[in-house]
């Protein structure tokens, strides 16, 4: 049966168009729910589910066991897991339901894999483009924007040119949960901005975007992580690059220099601060040593 034939398909169709419209939750994030969410009603059809009520907690136990038993590895079971408990949290607040049956079920332990970062010299290497061709032009000035503020490649692409205050030498970004942030800009990737908007002044375009494609459209997330993947071959850098590898080098470079985990926390645009040490991979005995040293409580058996 289709997934959107089944009697628990319209409880999901309404949860999907609530995180789309009023939580407005990313495309990607939006699309994974509803590829999880229509494959675990498939399976529910299977066990004799024909009302999201009937689902209790032996009943989710037995989709994470099919689950794994269809080969679904270990992250990809933690996604459906957490795209059902979204769900029936949802179905709580609506009153559809008095308790979320998957809330007590434990879902396999992902490994964090840490991305790895340029050292300075390959960055080097990778931005060491000179080329009057526009385009060059444009993706060094990507590339230095990238890894000059730390950016996500989202919000590389959604930057307007009013974004940018080439007085201050400051942009401005709209990141996670439309969280708004102003950056400073290095002096490189000014200079290399103002030689694209030279280009860029000569090119239609349908909207603001500053950073366009050779179809005069905003350039997209797909065309830039192409492009900077071509550009690191090209340069002769050893490993692959994309762009949340210079997101990564900015905050480890940034964070080996000036040991300030708090400053490098509000340039990334990260809400929690242990998104952070993870990220820029701090162990740790850095913490407890700066905790020793400045917590006026640490200094134990001092007097």
């Known amino acids: 049966m289709n997934p959107s034939e089944s009697p628990l398909y319209p409880a999901v169709g309404a ?3 609530y995180i789309k419209v009023q939580r407005q ?3 990607l994030t939006c699309e994974s729910y509803e590829r999880q969410l229509e494959i675990l009603i498939s399976m529910s059809d299977e066990i004799g589910i024909s009302d999201w009520e009937q689902l ?3 009943k989710v136990r037995m989709l994470l066991v099919r689950s794994k038993r269809a080969g ?7 996604l459906r897991m957490s795209a059902l408990r979204s769900f029936l949290d949802w179905q709580v607040s609506q009153g559809n339901r008095m308790a979320n049956p998957a809330k007590g079920i434990s879902t396999p332990r992902t490994s964090k894999h840490l991305p790895q970062n340029l050292d300075v010299d390959e960055v080097d290497k990778l931005l060491d483009i000179d080329s009057k061709d526009p385009l060059a032009v444009r993706d060094r000035a990507m590339l230095e924007t990238m890894y000059g503020a730390g950016l996500r490649v989202s ?3 959604g930057i307007n040119i009013r974004h940018v205050d080439m007085v201050t030498g400051e942009v401005w970004v709209v990141g996670k949960g439309s969280k708004e942030r102003r950056l400073p800009l290095g002096r490189t990737a000014l200079t290399w901005l103002e030689k694209w908007l030279v280009f860029r002044a000569d090119l239609s375009c349908e909207d603001d975007a500053l950073f366009i494609s050779n179809k005069g459209k905003r350039i997209s997330v797909r065309n830039v992580q192409k492009r900077f993947a071509e550009w690191g071959l090209k340069q002769g850098v ?3 690059i994309h762009p949340h590898k210079l997101r990564h080098s900015f905050a480890t470079h940034l964070l ?3 040991g300030d985990l708090r400053g490098v926390q509000e340039l990334l645009g990260h ?3 242990s998104t952070t040490q993870i990220y820029t991979h701090l162990d740790f005995q850095h913490l407890a040593t700066v905790y020793d040293a400045a917590h006026p409580r640490a200094k134990r058996g001092k007097s």
């Open 15 to 17: 949860f999907l168009r």
């Open 25 to 27: 939750l990313s495309p």
């Open 56 to 58: 209790d907690a032996p």
């Open 72 to 78: 679904l590895g270990e992250s990809s079971r933690a």
């Open 155 to 157: 919000e590389l692409v």
């Open 238 to 240: 050893s490993s692959h």
């Open 256 to 258: 080996e220099s000036s």
């Open 271 to 273: 809400s929690s601060m």
